[in-house]
């Protein structure tokens, strides 16, 4: 599997998307070319670099030298937790917990239909109010009066994807101090994966709406939430949904405010919060979905898997399309429609079509070998 699919998909559907497609009002989104999308790309990309590659290079020398046989010293648990984890005493999870989980998946019974009920519920009330608000603080501007073309307009995605996951680490982490969790077994330089395709992948979602409706945006790129295997894997070690989140959360915060910090775009932002309570009012809201949102995500991964959850999320698409048309009045048309329709259709069908081959490799697996 490649490492981002996901990120790089919604990169190449920006690469197919120049900027003569914007009005003359929307290229007020623009300031120069220090915000074409490809310039702040590079400049993220560069700041994430210079956290990843000193990371990559300690991990290999501690894992070389066999840190955790000779190491010693104040530093040795932290050293311990984030590059070899406690695999060796938690390990993977057992084959009990393992076959718990795969009876969960196949339940039908009430309160598994209830719990399923619940998980949709939430994603979709989170990531629906989400998408109003990201599709609002990205093609509006702040501050206008009745003057045409007065106010500005907030450009930095990055900043967003901070505040978003800021309070999510705030929330996962109290959560993990105030109630028992299970003993921590992963690496943790292992959420480092998931935290950067997440990233990425929300960077350039809000990067788009500078150039397309939410429905184009939609239209254009509806593929498998690839992120969620990374995490769906991430659960066969001995964690909570609230341990992951905060996992994953850490290195994103530790990412986006490193590449924030180095380009000077931090004080900016929050210089703009301060000019426009709207603004810091519609930002608090996006964390507090955001937040939200990762908790249903992690735990009906954890309960149902990752093709579940892809299947939750492929219908939030098709409602927001409808929602964002309704609000902002976009128009699709009736070849967009039927765009939508078959791109949606080859994706529940592929979905279907992983299902079937896992359970029938599931079954070949359990299938006793008759010795002659």
């Known amino acids: 599997m490649p490492l981002f699919p996901r990120s790089l998909c919604w990169c190449a559907a920006l690469c197919v998307l120049p900027s003569v497609f914007a009005d003359a009002e929307d290229a007020s989104l623009l300031g ?4 074409v999308w490809l310039f702040r790309l590079f400049l993220n990309v560069l700041g994430y670099a210079t956290i990843i590659i000193p990371g990559y290079f300690l991990i290999s020398y501690f894992k070389r030298i066999n840190y955790l046989e000779t190491g010693r010293g104040l530093c040795f648990p932290v050293i311990k937790t984030c590059v070899f984890g406690n695999e060796s005493k938690t390990g993977l999870l057992d084959d009990d917990s393992l076959a718990a989980r795969n009876e969960s998946e196949s339940s039908s019974s009430a309160p598994q239909a209830i719990k399923l009920f619940f998980c949709a519920a939430g994603l979709q009330a989170s990531y629906l109010t989400w998408g109003v608000l990201q599709e609002r603080v990205m093609t509006r501007s702040y501050g206008a009066t009745e003057v045409e073309g007065s106010g500005e307009r907030f450009r930095d995605s990055q900043f967003l994807v901070f505040m978003n996951r800021i309070l999510a ?3 996962s982490g109290l959560w993990c101090v105030l109630f028992k969790q299970p003993r921590h077994g992963a690496p943790m330089y292992k959420y480092s994966f998931a935290s950067l395709s997440n990233i990425l992948s929300s960077w350039c979602q809000y990067e788009a709406l500078k150039y397309i409706s939410f429905p184009t945006q939609v239209q254009h790129c509806i593929l498998g939430y690839f992120t969620s295997n990374w995490q769906d894997n991430l659960f066969k070690y001995k964690m909570s949904s609230v341990q992951m989140m ?3 959360n850490l290195f994103s915060c530790l990412f986006t405010v490193g590449s924030l910090l180095e380009q000077g775009a931090f004080f900016n932002s929050l210089a703009f919060m301060m000019r426009h309570s709207e603004f810091t009012m519609h930002a608090v809201l996006l964390s507090v979905c955001s937040a939200f949102g990762q908790l249903f995500i992690f735990y009906t991964i954890s309960q149902f898997g990752a093709a579940v959850f892809t299947i939750i999320m492929t219908l939030r698409q ?18 967009g429609g039927l765009g939508v329709a078959v791109v949606f259709l080859a994706l529940f069908l592929r979905i279907y079509a992983r299902s079937r081959v896992k359970k029938s490799s599931k079954r070949a697996a359990q299938t006793p070998v008759q010795k002659v």
């Open 169 to 171: 680490l705030t929330v």
């Open 32 to 35: 120069g070319w220090q915000d």
């Open 246 to 248: 905060f996992g994953v």
């Open 318 to 335: 098709a409602i927001a399309i409808l929602l964002s048309c309704f609000l902002y009045g976009h128009a699709v048309t009736l070849v």
